[in-house]
């Protein structure tokens, strides 16, 4: 039996489970004892082989060669020197909860690419278990319900094209819009969210702390570009391109038309003078400023190609 968690950490989702210490009538599946240094392994992980394993047996269509181990850290609450598992299935923990404390423990997580990351929601949406011995976390059920909510928004094509600047790097981007209904329905789901999944960190240098509406709004952002970008399939197809038969790269008449394309393309990476991407950029920002969306205006112009 294995508990699966997930967390959302740095642009990464990251799956990892919780075992028993012991599993009646496996005698391979001895007793753990926790490790004395600061960053200790958790005794209820998974370890890899039982998350790999967990991986071939949901379906044949989650690809558990692009999914990248790692280790990850906890903020749990300890009792005499062991973390509290997140069930009585796991653990039914010390009969006195006293002297608690808050310590980082590590884990063994998969870190899931973007469209695995979809695939493994889709299937925990409204379950309890997702398959024979294979437990949905209260983390990973809130995930599943966040992409359910992004989805909505996509099937209402609630969203716009925007274009992002990160240090030099310029990227298309559909972005969620969030108007009064759903702005309460976020902040409801924000409120729902379940401390375990602001609970990780990646190097285990810092408490994890901030508020669950970013958290939740980030990931809001990310599912939403994934699935208006894939155009609601599972799997992205590339946008045609045109190749020159000297240089072989995709060649363009403006940077609007580029940046048409990239929003249909993998990476959505613009390239260009830097310059002249600034000057796009601007653009779209005040064209994005310029736009009210309301029930009754839903009727939307592309940024002028000036080009």
Known sequence: MILLHAGYVENQFLVWGETPLEIPGDPTRKKKKST????????YDAGMASLSEMVSSIDG????????????????????DKPAASSPLIDEGPSKKTGMAWRFWQVTALELTLENTVRLLCRCIGK??????ILIGSDLAFWAAALRFAGSLVARQQYLPDLIQYRETYCSAWKPVIQSDDRETLSKLARAMPAVCRA???DGNQEPSGHPLPLLTGFIEILVDYLARSGGSEKLAPAPEKKSAKTRKT?????????????RS?????RGEEAELQCFFQQVQEWRRSITLSAD???????????
């Open 251 to 263: 060649s363009f008449d403006s940077l609007h038309d580029q940046w048409i394309y990239a929003l």
């Open 128 to 133: 309890e278990l997702l398959s024979p011995g």
């Open 200 to 202: 990780y960190s990646l």
């Open 61 to 80: 269509t989650l690809d558990a060669s692009q999914w990248k181990g790692r280790k990850i850290f906890a903020w749990l609450p300890t009792y005499e």
């Open 36 to 43: 004395k240094n600061s960053n200790r392994l958790s005794p």
């Open 297 to 307: 205006q839903r009727q939307l112009k592309f940024p002028p190609d000036d080009n």
């Open 266 to 270: 993998r990476d959505g990476i613009l």
